[in-house]
């Protein structure tokens, strides 16, 4: 064997090199994803903090304005409904609850709740109080929340219900499985409402 041969690394043991710098990757990796998702959380309660009006009676926002117990007050909130698998109420002692245990994911069934979501929250409203649906973001699951809500209680279509809540919190969002859902949902009052116009 020539010096030459002695002095560069062999193919095999380059080889066997690789698996610990992919395990050294993934591990960097992880911890700047988890890095980014403390930066969100952060950016989360410094900059959306104060729940969305969407109409009397009805709030939209993150975990941050679920925490924000002084604005909720002054807005006259009495309720807070929960759309998240892994937040706890901020405030028991101060609101009345309902945790709805979802995550965000597009295979979520998050139709099978919209009645009783619908119940809660013409509950707090004919006590004479105020609902904030809140999520993490306020993006997704509460917003899919809220549109049905919208669609149900006014007749409103997924179209009218999604665009009134975007002009009022624009980061709203739904995830595709829940577009589906709505979309069943508008299908199933367009059948009900031909049902009963006969």
Do not use: W
């Not at 009676?57 to 409904?81: D, E, F, M, P, R």
């Not at 245990?101 to 619908?118: A, G, P, S």
């Not at 709505?182 to 031909?194: I, N, T, Y």
């Amino acid at each position: 064997m020539s010096s030459r041969d002695r002095g560069s690394p062999s193919s095999s043991s380059s080889s066997s090199s690789l698996p610990g710098i992919e395990k050294y990757n993934e591990k960097v990796k992880n911890q700047i994803q988890a890095l980014v998702r403390v930066i969100k959380v952060a950016r989360t309660y410094r900059d959306d903090n104060v729940p969305s009006l969407i109409e009397q009676g009805l709030y939209l926002g993150s975990v941050a304005a679920a925490s924000n117990k002084n604005v909720l007050k002054s807005y006259n909130v009495t309720h807070i409904l929960t759309v998240a698998s892994s937040l706890r109420p901020a405030h028991p002692d101060d609101f009345v609850y309902k945790v709805v245990r979802v995550v965000d994911k597009e295979d979520t069934n998050l139709e099978m709740y919209f009645d009783e979501c619908v119940d809660f929250i013409d509950e707090a409203k004919r006590q004479g109080g105020s609902v904030l649906v809140h999520c993490f973001v306020g993006k997704s699951r509460s917003v899919t929340i809220v549109v049905a809500y919208l669609m149900k209680k006014h007749g409103m279509t997924l179209a009218q219900a999604l665009q009134h809540v975007k002009s009022k919190r624009p980061v709203a969002s739904p995830n595709a499985g829940f577009i589906r859902q709505l979309q069943d949902l508008e299908k199933s009052m367009q059948v009900s409402d031909q049902f009963f116009s006969f």
